[in-house]
């Protein structure tokens, strides 16, 4: 149900968006999801969909960007992607807070992002 609440909100945003340009249709909005929002994009789509029936948005396309986690360590300085560690008891591959160059503590500097990049509308 997590993305069901997100896309409610990100669907709210654009038609206050869309009513205050006085806009008749949405033709394409256009989504950034951090890999660390753990957002399921055909989950996201889904749920667009059936959110934006009966509502200028109606027929729109939602195109999803996906943006790689990124890290910083405090330790050597690391910047990049996260290292990735497979949990036997789960069979997926869980993102850890450890440096893959040294093993130190790193911080998140991205990924944990929603952002609405771009609405197409008809004003
Ligand atoms: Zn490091």
């Known amino acids: 149900m ?3 609440s997100v896309t409610t909100q990100i669907v709210s945003k654009v038609l206050r968006e869309a009513e205050s340009r006085r806009a008749k249709r949405v033709l394409e909005v256009k989504l950034q999801i951090g890999e660390l929002t753990f957002l399921n994009p055909e989950q996201v ?3 667009y969909k059936a959110l934006v029936k009966g509502t200028v948005m109606e027929g729109s396309k939602l195109i999803i960007q996906e943006k790689r986690g ?13 290292k990735y560690e497979d949990d036997p008891a789960y069979h997926i591959a869980f ?3 450890l440096c893959p160059k040294c093993g130190g503590v790193v911080e998140i500097i991205g990924g ?3 952002i609405i990049e771009n609405i197409k509308m008809v004003v």
Do not use: D, M, N, Q
Request: hydrophobic share 30%.
């Open 45 to 47: 789509k889904f749920w």
């Open 70 to 82: 990124l890290v910083r360590c405090l330790k050597c300085g690391y910047e990049g992607s996260f």
């Open 112 to 114: 944990r992002e929603c």
């Open 95 to 97: 993102p850890t807070l």
């Open 2 to 4: 997590h993305e069901y």
